[in-house]
Structure formats: structure tokens, C-alpha cells
């Protein structure tokens, strides 16, 4: 969350003529209800199965980029699924770029609206000492606030 994973997607695919999907917002189209809604109504565990379904269900298709969500590659076998379907890029950004990012938009994100500065800033310690094992590995690590969409593409391409 924060990471830019959905902006980058959408400038990336668009320089790279690739059809763009955002996993999250797959779901939310496929049940025609938020995901914050999905967590609250059905809980994680049929979100992560929703999840799951609309991966596999991506994944048939050619040429395409994903966003995925945040907590994708850490639940079953996803983050495999995902590298041998393809080159898979993890966005490393600082927990202080993050902290910034989501302190400042924090009333669009349901998960985190609730929090005050020291609950953000230990909820995204405790999602990247969770997560990052899964992320790292990712075929390719990128800081994209060190980087411009050229210098991605080609360390995406090559």
C-alpha cells in the first residue's frame, strides 16, 4: 500500500502497449463492492480466495501488467505463480516515503483510516517485516522514487 504500485502500472503498460490490470480493483468489479466492504462483510480469508481467483484467472492471459495487492504474494503459492508467469518487479520503497505517502492520504484507505500517526507508522513496520520475505523474491527490485519511467522500462525489459 503506497508503494505506487497502480500509477506506475498504468504509465508502464501504457509506454509499453500492455493491456493494465489492478488486481484490487478486479475484485472490487468482480463483486461489485469494495474491498473494504469484501473484509468487513466475508473477512480476509474469502478476500485472499477472491484474490486468488482473479490471479489465476489473469494469468491465462498474454502480455499484459498487474498490479498486484499488497498482500498477494505472501498467501499460498502466488508470488511462484507469478514469477514463472512472468517478470516480477518489487517496488522498494522507504518506510519513511511510505509513511508520508499513506499519512497523507490515509482517509482513502479503510485498512488504515483509523490510525494516528505512531499506529501507521508501526502498522507499515509490522507489514514489511510480514511481507518483505515474499517481495524479495521478485525477480527485480526497483526504488521507483529513484528512478524515472524510462530508467524502469529498460531495467524491466532487460
Known amino acids: 500500500m503506497g508503494s505506487g504500485k497502480t500509477n506506475l502500472g498504468r504509465k508502464l503498460a501504457k509506454e ?19 474491498i473494504a466492504r469484501i ?6 480469508s474469502r478476500f485472499r480466495s477472491l484474490e486468488r481467483d482473479v490471479l489465476l484467472d489473469l494469468l491465462e492471459k498474454d502480455n499484459f501488467l498487474l498490479a498486484c ?33 499513506l499519512s497523507a492520504r490515509r482517509e482513502t484507505r479503510p485498512l488504515i483510516a483509523h490510525l494516528d500517526d505512531p499506529g501507521l507508522d508501526q502498522y507499515i513496520s509490522e507489514k514489511l517485516r510480514e511481507r518483505e520475505p515474499f517481495y524479495l523474491k521478485a525477480k527485480l527490485w526497483i526504488d521507483p522514487t529513484e528512478s524515472t ?5 529498460r531495467s524491466i525489459l532487460f
Not at 473484509?39 to 480476509?44: A, L, V
Open 16 to 34: 509499453l502497449n500492455l493491456e493494465f490490470f489492478d488486481q484490487d480493483e478486479e475484485i472490487e468489479r468482480l463483486q461489485d463492492r469494495s
Open 39 to 44: 473484509f468487513r462483510e466475508d473477512g480476509e
Open 69 to 101: 495487492g499488497g498482500g498477494a504474494p505472501c498467501y499460498r503459492d502466488n508470488m511462484t505463480l507469478m514469477n514463472e508467469a512472468g517478470k516480477t518487479v518489487y517496488l522498494k520503497v522507504s518506510h519513511h516515503v511510505l509513511f508520508k505517502r
Open 149 to 153: 519511467i524510462d530508467t524502469l522500462i
